[in-house]
């Protein structure tokens, strides 16, 4: 059979594969496609593409951040210490290497190891700024806000153009309360780098919190587009279009969410909250049944799950549900207004009254005493 024939009958990985050792340079075409597939969460092809790595010999030096990059978004960390261990051998007087190592270590909740890396790099070269930067990462995925905030500060100062530096400093000062200052590094993050996800993601999810729905609607569309593989990005994205009214295109967001992440219970509760404001509420009952499993003691969830049985008429199911809620949450005036429809609906007037009153005496305005008003 011609070299080309047998060729074309290689899976599309391995015809990509083999394109990129020839090239003998950067990832290309390959690099596109694996993206994608991580993008779509298809985690088989780079499963597969990880573990039929060639030998490191004949990886071309320059696809080594690429790979580890990919291998980073995927959590792929085994396979990623043994391409720094390569890379390092190969580049033994750059710090890059050292860096992306720490970076997986700190990934896989290993801090120490990382904290050795760290101190290694800084001792080779501590006027690196990505030393510096990886670090201040580590620092934050450990809580140590000050600390990490003097890092991406000292990144910073020696390379002022670093966005991502912006971007975590934006998230430390947020953490600590300073909401204008994290707006300011954001804002700044993007302007320095348009592609910055993440920067377009944190200033999104600031304007959602002031309820400037339509510009983090914005940010996170635009955030998706550079980044499809953040469900936290596209939950956030459900939110401000469900906080804006337009549950149909939440619900297509929070399916979405689910389809790669099927235990994420607030998108579960949040699809259920969608359903029912556009009155589908047999699939809201299931949604919130889902939720209900994942957060057991999640109170919004079970009223949530009592309201849909008062719109299916099962008042006798409803009750339980609402009377958990209000031992639970006491001052939930809906509550009590609800618990008052199924006394109202099951016969017991004494008792739809005394809901009635105790749900205006919280402050609902009640205009109709009666399900369905």
Request: with cysteine; hydrophobic share 35%.
């Amino acid at each position: 059979m011609a070299w080309f024939s047998r060729f074309s009958l290689l899976p599309k990985r391995k015809q990509l594969v083999s394109q990129w050792l020839e090239q003998g340079s950067g990832m290309g075409e390959l690099g596109g496609w694996l993206a994608s597939e991580l993008s779509g969460g298809r985690m088989g092809p780079l499963e597969s593409f990880f573990e039929d790595l060639p030998p490191m010999s004949r990886i071309p030096l320059e696809s080594f951040p690429e790979l580890l990059d990919l291998a980073c978004k995927g959590r792929f960390i085994p396979e990623g210490i043994r391409l720094t261990e390569a890379w390092m051998e190969r580049a033994p007087e750059s710090v890059a290497p050292v860096n992306q190592a720490a970076r997986l270590h700190s990934l896989a909740g290993r801090h120490e190891q990382a904290h050795e890396l760290h101190r290694y790099a800084l001792g080779r070269d501590p006027e690196e700024p990505e030393t510096h930067y990886q670090l201040g990462c580590t620092l934050l995925r450990e809580e140590r806000m000050e600390e990490a905030k003097a890092s991406f500060e000292q990144a910073l100062a020696l390379d002022p153009r670093l966005g991502k530096a912006y971007t975590n400093l934006g998230f430390v000062l947020d953490r600590k309360g300073d909401r204008e200052g994290a707006i300011r590094q954001f804002k700044r993050a993007i302007q320095l780098d348009p592609r910055n996800a993440n920067g377009h993601y944190n200033l999104g999810a600031l304007y959602g919190e002031q309820g400037e729905f339509d510009l983090a609607i914005e940010l996170f569309l635009k955030a998706l587009e550079l980044d499809p593989t953040s469900l936290e990005g596209r939950l956030n994205l459900g939110l401000a279009l469900f906080n804006s009214g337009r549950h149909n295109e939440a619900i297509r967001e929070f399916e979405m969410v689910l389809r790669h992440h099927a235990e994420n219970g607030e998108a579960w509760f949040f699809l259920g909250v969608s359903l029912s404001r556009i009155g589908s509420h047999e699939r809201a009952f299931s949604a919130f049944q889902k939720s209900r499993r994942l957060y057991p003691d999640d109170t919004r969830v079970l009223y949530h799950l009592g309201l849909c049985h008062v719109n299916r008429n099962e008042y006798v199911k409803a009750l339980p549900c609402l009377l958990e809620v209000r031992e639970a949450d006491p001052e939930n005036a809906r509550n009590h207004y609800y618990l008052g429809i199924v006394y109202d609906k099951l016969g017991d007037r004494g008792q739809a009254e005394e809901s009635y009153r105790r749900a205006e005496s919280l402050g609902m305005s009640l205009q109709s005493r009666s399900a369905g008003a």
